[in-house]
């Protein structure tokens, strides 16, 4: 059965780093796209990053850019994010998802509509003093 776990989340001062992993198990995730979402209490779901199959291309949201990393390890089956100056507003359950592409369509693309294919249950993350 193809699952993904996210792990890494907790509680985090201001100004601090956090790194989730996304562990894929059932299936490889070098065919796939992968993306890590958030959804803040009573906010919609927003597309965080994305990562190419390979690894070469990235996205980014702005709220994000410059702060969080996005990076894959296919050998490993496992994605990750780096979360780097963390503030309030990133207060969200983060979830990771990978969708394999059936035709073309920009990361952007896909990171905004959200990911089809497999989804994790979350992990929580909360930036708090």
């Known amino acids: 059965q193809a699952q993904l776990v996210e792990s890494g989340g907790g509680l985090v001062q201001p100004g601090g780093s956090l790194r989730l992993s996304c562990a894929a198990s059932?299936?490889?995730?070098?065919?796939?796209?992968i993306g890590w979402f958030r959804q803040a209490p009573g906010k919609e779901r927003e597309g965080v990053s994305c990562?190419?199959?390979?690894?070469?291309?990235?996205y980014y949201a702005d709220s994000v850019k410059g702060r969080f990393t996005i990076s894959r390890d296919n050998a490993k089956n496992t994605a990750y994010l780096q979360m780097n100056s963390l503030n309030p507003a990133d207060t969200a359950v983060y979830y990771c998802a990978a969708e394999r592409r059936r035709s073309f369509s920009t990361l952007q693309t896909m990171c905004t509509r959200g990911l089809k294919d497999s989804w994790g249950p979350g992990t929580l993350v909360t930036v708090s003093s």
């Open positions: 059932g299936f490889t995730l070098d065919s796939y796209v």
């Open positions: 990562i190419s199959e390979s690894g070469a291309s990235e």
